[in-house]
Every structure is written in C-alpha cells, then in structure tokens.
C-alpha cells in the first residue's frame, strides 16, 4: 500500500525517522540564504548552479558504491545463515539415518545442533576479544563424539566422511560471518563520503534560494532527506549481525533451525 509504505514508515522506522529529523534540520538552515535575500547582502554568497551538479555528479558515484557495497555485505551474510540453515538440517538428518543412537546420543546431538546457532549470533554479536570461542567448542565436541564413535565401530569411514562434510560447513559459516563482523567499512571512504555530503548539503540552499525562494526549503528537505538517508541506512546495512531493524532477523532463524533439529531428532 503507498501509505503504509511512504507515510507510516516515518514513524514506525527509528531510521527513517532520524533521517526525517536530520533533513529538517537542514531546511530550518536553508532559511539563512532567504533571509539574506531579502537583505541588501543578496549578492553576496550565492554559489554557481554548475558548481552543485558537478558535486551531484562526484557524490552520486560515492553514495553508488557506498550502498552497493553496504548490501552486498548484508546479502552475503543472509546467504551465508541460509546455508547454514540447510547444513544443520542436513547434518541433523544424516546423524539421526546414518547412525543408531541412543537416547543419551540422540538429547547430546539434539542439544548441540539446536545451540549452534544461538552461540554463533551471540559471538557476531560480541566484542572483539571474547576469551573463548563457544561455536567452536560446540563443533569440537561433535567432532571428539564422531571419533569415539568411530573408534568402537558404529560409524564407518564413508559415514565420518559424510559428516564431516557437513560440520566443516557449520565452521565454514562461522568464519565467513567473523569475517564479515570483524572487517568494518573501510573508515577513510566513509569520512569521505560523509564530508562530501556536508559539502554538498551546507552549498546547496545557497545555489537555489535566489532562484527558488521560500521553495528551497521544501527542496532543501526532499534533497537532504535522500542524500542523507543513503548513508544512514548504509551505514545500518553494512553491520547485518546488530539489532537494528535493518539487520538480519538471526533470531528468527535461530528459532527455525532449532524448530527443524528438534523434528528431525523427535519425530512426531
């Protein structure tokens, strides 16, 4: 619906809203030119209309790249819990097919695989630095169950293999995510970026208020509003392992993957 879509999101969406209140704040600015306008400074200060369109042009390539390369760590990342979607069911079923386990083995199994999950989000989500790796310590424990197993005979060479597979894909996934959480934006592009906006913003009310009049500050919002949300919600996006309401619902997923072991391990 376009009012549910255009209207309510302003406030509904804590982002949206800040960049709604940073846009007004810029056109309660653009006043200052048209007062000066109305004063016997108005030649004083204006600023060519070609000097803004080679600044659009400049900042238009930078917020491309900004958002392209925003989202393309946000996809990667729901890619990356997609897979690890279809690993631990996977692994679930294979565990639970391929080997005849006991009830202590079927709780153990159950128990780690249902985990797994909620320990990788929490690690994401921590500081740099935590003292212990617990989604690797989960791992580890599989691993040392699958070679006792092993070692009395239940599980043969082409089972291990099997489930190795699929538990190298759960580690596999949480280095592809740390990489992800631990290499932040590059900080000098971002800066950059960000001056250029100001530059761009601070200029642009001055090159259209004698032309425009009471106008720029209509325009002056609707431009701000854009230019600045781009960066806000790229700045979101690019982080997709937060709680902003941007970021990957890891929760949700969590959930999934833990509703998919417990029926697989538990069948009705």
């Given at each position: 619906m376009p009012f549910r879509d255009t209207i309510i999101p302003f406030v509904s969406s804590r982002t949206l809203g800040y960049v709604a209140l940073m846009a007004v704040a810029v056109g309660m600015y653009s006043l200052l030119p048209i007062v000066k306008e109305a004063t016997s400074y108005r030649d004083i200060g204006d600023i060519p209309s070609d000097m803004h369109a080679s600044l659009s042009l400049i900042l238009g390539c930078l917020l491309v790249f900004r958002t392209n390369t925003a989202y393309n760590r946000?996809?990667?990342?729901?890619?990356?819990?997609g897979t690890l979607v279809n690993s631990e069911r996977n692994l679930a079923v294979k565990l639970t097919t391929l080997v005849d386990l006991h009830q202590d083995d079927r709780v153990f199994l159950k128990d780690c695989l249902s985990?797994?999950?909620?320990?990788l989000m929490v690690h994401l989500r921590s500081p740099r630095g935590a003292s212990m790796h617990i989604p690797l310590d989960n791992v580890r424990k599989i691993y040392q169950w699958v070679g006792q197993e092993r070692k009395t005979g239940k599980l043969d060479a082409v089972a291990v293999r099997v489930i190795d597979m699929e538990?190298?894909?759960?580690?596999?996934?949480?280095?592809?995510?740390?990489r992800i959480a631990r290499t932040p934006f590059i900080r000098s592009y971002r800066i950059f970026v960000r001056q250029c906006i100001a530059i761009f913003m601070f200029s642009f009310p001055w090159g259209i208020a004698q032309d425009f009049q009471w106008w720029t500050v209509p325009l002056t919002i609707i431009v701000s509003y854009f230019m600045l949300g781009m960066e806000v919600v790229a700045e979101n996006v690019e982080e997709p392992f937060g709680f902003d309401e941007d970021d990957l619902d890891l929760e949700g997923m969590c959930?999934?993957?833990?509703?998919?072991?417990h029926e697989v391990f538990e069948p009705s």
């Open positions: 946000w996809w990667e990342a729901r890619t990356l819990w985990r797994f999950p909620k320990q538990l190298a894909k759960l580690l596999e996934v949480c280095g592809a995510c740390e959930k999934t993957i833990e509703q998919s072991v």
